[in-house]
């Protein structure tokens, strides 16, 4: 065959595939705007069939959320990477889709293709969803206070040395990137006081790196490729097992040792028994050992950098938390206590503030099983659809939150001019109830709902809660933080893995209030 003739095949295979493409883009555009079903949700206007919304979405979820719930309310529909994807904002929104029945939403079908290979087999999405109730049931009894009474001392330790032994911390102030640096100490304590120092010390030397390959697998494209035999995904599988095998060598090595005394989580989980008899094998262990450790990750280290960054913007709540400490605890600044925590309402309104701003979840979704007659609309939403919820839209919204996009700690004052004005809940109605985990408040009416609500509900709350405290409290008292060129801006958010981040470099000035030795 000639060169010309070959050049003409493939002018004419540019042709068709242009062709078809455009007639695709022409098709999809004609059933938008001529096939509207007034029984569904409204469809989000894209240009392009499986792609849809996609993109848009993606790059700025928050932004589009608002964006659409303007034009078509607080229900709409797009299309996300050839699903359709059904929204709903807003109190009844969250109620609708978060305490949906069984029969009605799953979890598991959408979040397991990610999580089984992270986490491993047989527990959280891996299993029936009444074996998980029984399995945040083992979590959250764990959480007792005595258990938060020996956490809080070995977390503030943990800060306290870091920031000791860390290189980047050896001159009297700095610049410091403060991403990575929240990350470590998110990781180191939480292992320690949730998985015991022997998991702990592991970190310093292969379980940094493995758990940064396990990591890998919650990359937003895995949702496609996550059986692919990809370099990220073999990294992944060799992570799981080797980390797996860790947790479980520690645990026969406790029991060879009959250890009796500790309050982690390991032990707790080691010890504990399902409804029909049988001892949670030592793989689930292990593996709920990973899921709660990357559950936990993610959500604090991002927490706690948006904190950092805020602080840096705010020098003067920064002194403000000092002062709340000299005050409640005294001048000597004595080693921090669980009980300590509650005496410091500033130090928990950053947090609360922080949250409310920059939830690290910013997207819930369940799969629809049965069609679902949305109340009060004359919506239905069809089966093997996606339901989306969205609670940091309620969370910024000017109805519930005067001035909602300042971060302001203050506001959760009770005298505060911008107070939060959450409707109160109906005593008549039965707000708590329990899904198998113990009770739980249904959350149906509350704009703020970082944890989530329902089943699914988050049993690391009161963790988190601590941890963040603990680590701003022990900040607070050895640094003075400051934007470095003076201003009170607070860099943007990075929406590209699947929990929102701060963008990096999220730079921090440093200053230390005296000499660490
Ligand atoms: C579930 C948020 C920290 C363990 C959830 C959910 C949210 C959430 C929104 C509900 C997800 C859904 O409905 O699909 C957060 C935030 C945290 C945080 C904002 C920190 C600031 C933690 C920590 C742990 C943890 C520290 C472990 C110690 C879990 C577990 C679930 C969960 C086990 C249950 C998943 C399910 O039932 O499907 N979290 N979380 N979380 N979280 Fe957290």
Redesign the pocket.
Known sequence: MGLLSQQTTVTQVVIVVGFLLLLSVFAHVAKQILFKNPNEPPVVFSWFPFFGSTVIYGMDPPAFFHANRAKYGDIFTFILLGKKTTVYVGPKGNDFI?NGKIKDVN?EEIYSVLTTPVFGKDV??DCPNSK?MEQ?KF?KVALTTQAFQSYVPIIADEVSSYFKKNPLFKSQSGIVNIGPIMAQLTIFT?SHS?QGKEVRNKFDESLADLYHDLDMGFSAVNFVLHWAPLPWNNKRDHAQRTIAKIYMDTIKERRAAGQTNSQDMMWHLMNSTYKNGTPVPDHEVAHMMI??LM??QH??SS?SSWIMLYLAARPDIMEELYREQVEALGADLPPLTYEDLAKLPLNQAVIKET?RLN???HS?MRKVKQPMPVPGTKYVVPANQTLLAAAGVSASDPQYFPEPDLWEPHRWDKESPIAPRIPRSDPEKDETIDYGYGLVSKGSMSPYL???A????????H??NA??QTITAMIVRMFKFRNPDGSNKVIGTDYVSLFSRPLEPANVYWEKREKIA
């Open positions: 978060l979890a959280v999405y998980l945040k979590m939480a949730l899921a709660l559950a936990g959500s604090s927490t949250l939830a690290p979840i819930i970082p944890f989530g329902g089943r699914h509900r988050c049993i690391g709350e963790f988190a941890q963040l």
